[in-house]
T-cell receptor
């Protein structure tokens, strides 16, 4: 079974500063994928970034980067130069890549508020 | 701009009524997922299909929920009879799975916000 833990229910950050959202995971799978999604107040789920368990480089997508520490089973999201539009719920998720089961297991989310 | 569409966006109904939610996956995608989001349980998988065949519906209450894909362009989630505890946002997502290729992204629809009174 897979489990995702996000221990920060809410975070505040000043505009233009960087922020790290924590995510730890538990799985017995050897091959898995880690994802971050953003959910603004409008409700849609927006894919941000993906990291494969065998990827040696940390994933980056624009202002988003994923700090992947496999031994510690953590996959923290780093948002650089925060913008007011980054205020949203952020979900960490994972998926097994071995069995072909493609469904995502989500964490409980972190609400990020960017302050001007 | 390819998107997953869901209808209706909002539904208010009374306990005991049948509810049908529809999803149109992105054209060409061969996997469809139904997730439910509540404050208490967060986001949880209800069912998922590949090539229209159900692969996993273990998260779905079998006595009242049913999910189908009548064709490749339509997925439905039905609740009969509905109960107040079914109030939630129901998301449909689609993706493309090709053997030997690493697919990453699931594209989510805007969700159906269901309120059962």
């Amino acid at each position: 079974a897979q489990k995702i833990t996000q221990t920060q229910p809410g975070m505040f950050v000043q505009e233009k500063e960087a922020v790290t959202l924590d995510c730890t995971y538990d799985t017995s799978d050897q091959s898995y994928g880690l994802f971050w999604y953003k959910q603004p107040s409008s409700g849609e789920m927006i894919f941000l970034i993906y990291q494969g368990s065998y990827d040696e480089q940390n994933a980056t997508e624009g202002r988003y980067s994923l700090n992947f520490q496999k031994a510690r089973k953590s996959a923290n999201l780093v948002i650089s130069a925060s913008q007011l539009g980054d205020s949203a719920m952020y979900f960490c998720a994972m998926r097994d890549m071995d069995t072909g089961r493609r469904a995502l297991t989500f964490g409980s989310g972190t609400r990020l508020q960017v302050q001007p | 701009d390819a998107r997953v569409t869901q209808t209706p966006r909002h539904k208010v109904t009374e306990m005991g009524q049948e509810v049908t939610m529809r999803c149109q996956p992105i054209l060409g995608h061969n996997t469809v997922f139904w997730y439910r989001q509540t404050m208490m349980q967060g986001l949880e998988l209800l069912a998922y299909f590949r090539n229209r065949a159900p692969l996993d519906d273990s998260g779905m209450p079998k006595d009242r929920f049913s999910a189908e894909m009548p064709d490749a362009t339509l997925a439905t989630l039905k609740i009969q009879p509905s109960e107040p505890r079914d109030s939630a946002v129901y998301f449909c997502a689609s993706g493309l799975v090709i053997a030997s290729l690493s697919d990453h992204e699931q594209f989510f629809g805007p969700g159906t916000r269901l309120t059962v009174l």
